[in-house]
């Protein structure tokens, strides 16, 4: 018979035993992040049962880990990491639960409806005689092509209730009305705004429904964060095959003298490209722990190249002493560059364990910080000179407002990391700061789209 359990050390409370069980989960993602809470709901409501009955708050602790079912494949692991606690006798067992084969399949026949008619989406306009490319009005519209579809995606697995998914189908609804109502002249300016900014407007949405009630949490908005940079590396590499796939079918159908560019081009490559933001987003869903080991491994070869690049550019531009050019497209590159910088701090941010010491990579990440927040400085410098000599145009104006909210931004979160480096401010600081400011992109989107047709007469 196994000796009787002992009490762990009296020093650690209840909630740091929670705290330390909620941190393992995360940091090893052995399950989806967003059950996280309300698997600790459930393991709460265990513990205060149990303390009714009569056991200590050690005792009931560890009885309650114990009758965590789902949790029997994570309990495990716990257990052999943690091999010095006395738990792992309690936890240890042969039978490891998994998600059920039905399940599965059903999700499975579910994505494959999804992709199926997300691609089918993008070819109903040329039932009406819309071709894309010739028709501006498919491109105001892209996004609700295949973002409602994803939406709907994570509705039906997160189970959200009404009162969630009733205002995002609402959020929806207010946007198409604003991308058609307005009268947008030929060659104006606004209409290409309204094109680019809608689809980080509706994302915002797409991240509500992703987090499943949970985006006004913190833990629930970083969660987003991270399904966003895998999905982005998910579609580049289904892109990448796609290539491949394209390349392959023009060469075979072109060695038997067949012209295959019409059926690659108004078929294959859109119908693709909506199809893959579903195949992504649910290969994100199943295959986490596969993905979140290469992410973090991408961020750290990423993060001193680009480091690297915004320190040449501001050497070469002080050198030759010339401007950046505001240009619409230069603008627009150079905001992605600084836009990629943020996905590059708020994914290492995601990976990192809040516990750890600071680092020589806290260090890189710091520097790539300044150096977009001096860059950033430079861009708002250039935009405000060409106002103040040519006056205010719908580019100028919303390329001020973007990189003034790029300059808050990176502003706060440098102080934040350099004070979380000196050891006077924690690191979760600066993980909320991050995800609390993530809703301003999308506001000010939303805002370009609402607010700049009329303001500036749709030109």
């Excluded at 895998?230 to 067949?258: P, Q, S």
Aim: aromatic share 12%; hydrophobic share 55%.
């Amino acid at each position: 018979m196994a000796e009787p359990a002992k009490e762990p050390p009296s020093s650690q409370s209840l909630e740091e035993q929670v705290e330390q069980w909620r941190s393992y989960l995360r940091r090893r993602q052995a399950i989806r992040p967003v059950d996280v809470e309300e698997l600790e709901d459930h393991l709460r409501g265990e513990v205060t049962a149990l303390r009714e009955s009569g056991l200590s708050e050690n005792e009931a602790f560890l009885v309650a880990v114990k009758r965590m079912g789902a949790l029997d494949a994570v309990s495990n692991e716990f257990a052999r990491e943690h091999s010095e606690r006395l738990w792992k006798q309690l936890v240890m067992s042969p039978a490891v639960s998994v998600r059920s084969g039905v399940q599965e399949q059903t999700e499975a026949i579910v994505v494959l409806a999804l992709t199926a008619l997300a691609a089918l989406a993008v070819k109903i306009p040329s039932l009406f005689g819309l071709e894309w490319g010739a028709d501006r009005a498919l491109f105001r519209n892209a996004g609700f092509f295949v973002l409602p579809i994803l939406t709907g995606y994570f509705v039906w697995k997160r189970r959200l209730n009404p009162r969630i998914w009733t205002w995002v189908a609402l959020g929806f609804g207010v946007a198409f009305i604003f991308a058609n109502i307005y009268p947008f002249k030929p060659g104006s300016d606004t209409e290409p705004l309204t094109v680019l900014h809608l689809p980080i407007a509706l994302w915002l949405l797409v991240g509500v429904a992703y987090a499943g009630g949970r985006w006004n949490e913190s833990a629930g908005r970083m969660d987003f964060v991270r399904f966003s940079g895998e999905l982005f590396i998910y579609y580049a590499l289904i892109a990448l095959g796609g290539g491949v796939l394209v390349g392959f079918t023009m060469g075979m159908f072109r060695a038997i003298g067949i012209d295959a560019e019409p059926l690659v081009q108004k078929w294959l490559v859109p119908c693709g490209m909506a199809g893959a933001v579903i195949v992504g987003s649910w290969l994100v869903e199943a295959k986490q722990s596969v993905i979140e080991n290469m992410a973090p491994v991408l961020t750290r070869i990423f993060t001193p190249l680009f480091a690297l690049t915004l320190l040449a550019f501001l050497g070469t531009m002080l050198w030759t002493g010339r401007g950046i050019d505001i240009e619409r497209n230069a603008l627009i590159a150079f905001d992605l560059l600084l836009v990629l910088v943020l996905g590059l701090l708020l994914y290492s941010i995601s990976a990192r364990d809040p516990e750890a010491t600071p680092g020589a990579f806290d260090l890189l990440l710091v520097l790539l910080l300044v150096s977009a927040l001096i860059a950033d400085a430079f861009a708002l410098a250039a935009i405000g000179v060409r106002i103040s000599e040519f006056g205010f145009t719908p580019n100028r104006v919303a390329a001020l407002g973007e990189n003034v909210i790029l300059l808050v931004n990176l502003g706060w979160s440098t102080v934040l990391y350099v004070r979380f480096l000196r050891g006077r401010s924690p690191f979760a600081a600066l993980e909320r700061w991050q995800t609390g400011y993530l809703p301003a992109y999308s506001v000010w989107a939303a805002i370009v789209v609402i607010g700049f047709p009329p303001l500036f007469r749709f030109n």
